[in-house]
Structures are given as structure tokens and as C-alpha cells.
């Protein structure tokens, strides 16, 4: 079992940044390929983000592709998303996620990957 627990959600206004966090506990977080994805209100849930185990490897959504920055720290056991330029379109629950299936194999972008899921944090943008 994994247990994942975002944070650093918030209200900013447009043009601003945040830094969310996720914490992870449980089953050995420098095996897991992790992803972050968000569901803004009256849609399905999106992919943002997704990075290997070790951090070598990212892929983005076209959408924040130059403004969001998806890292982790192995030894915190932690993933981070800093999101820059923030746009009211960014308004979401954002939520991170863990694979422990190979980052190289399958679909990152792919919510279905995806066996352990955290409880998610708003992020609300104001223009």
C-alpha cells in the first residue's frame, strides 16, 4: 500500500506561482514512477505531469508544458509540481499519483496506469 498526501494548494491570482507537494508513505517510493493530474469542475480528470523514478525522466501536457516543473526529492519521499504563469484555466483539484510499473513501459499520460491515488488539493486562479 502507498499512502500520498498533496499540499500547497491555494488561491492566486493569474500571472502568479504555487508549489504543490506530495508526501508518500508505504511501499518504496524510489520504485514508483509518479504522476500529477487535475479535474476542473465539470470535466474529466487530465493529465499534467509524470516523472521517473529517478527524476531523469518528465513528460508534460501541452498545456503547461514551459510554465509547470515536476520534481522529486527520493529522500523526502516526495514529488513536487511548481507551477508558474498561472492561468484561471489552471483551476483545478490537483491530484498525484503512483505507478510502480516502469516509467518506460505503457502510457504516463494515463490515469489508468496509475494504482494509488492521493485525496487532492484545490488550486483556484483568479484572472
Known amino acids: 500500500q502507498v499512502q500520498l498526501v498533496e499540499s500547497g494548494g491555494g488561491l492566486v491570482q493569474a500571472g502568479g506561482s504555487l508549489r504543490l507537494s506530495c508526501a508518500a ?30 527524476g531523469g525522466s518528465t513528460v508534460y501536457a501541452d498545456s503547461v508544458k514551459g510554465r509547470f516543473t515536476i520534481s522529486r526529492d527520493n529522500a523526502k519521499n516526495t514529488v513536487y509540481l511548481q507551477m508558474n504563469s498561472l492561468k484561471p484555466e489552471d483551476t ?5 499519483a503512483a505507478r510502480f510499473t516502469s516509467y518506460y513501459s505503457g502510457n504516463n499520460r494515463n490515469d489508468k496506469e ?14
Do not use: D, H, L
Open 25 to 54: 508513505s508505504g511501499r518504496t517510493f524510489s520504485n514508483a514512477a509518479m504522476g500529477w493530474f487535475r479535474r476542473a469542475p465539470g470535466k474529466e480528470r487530465e493529465f499534467v505531469a509524470a516523472v521517473s523514478w529517478s
Open 92 to 96: 483545478a483539484v490537483y491530484y498525484c
Open 114 to 127: 496509475y494504482a494509488y491515488w492521493g485525496q487532492g488539493t484545490q488550486v483556484t486562479v483568479s484572472s
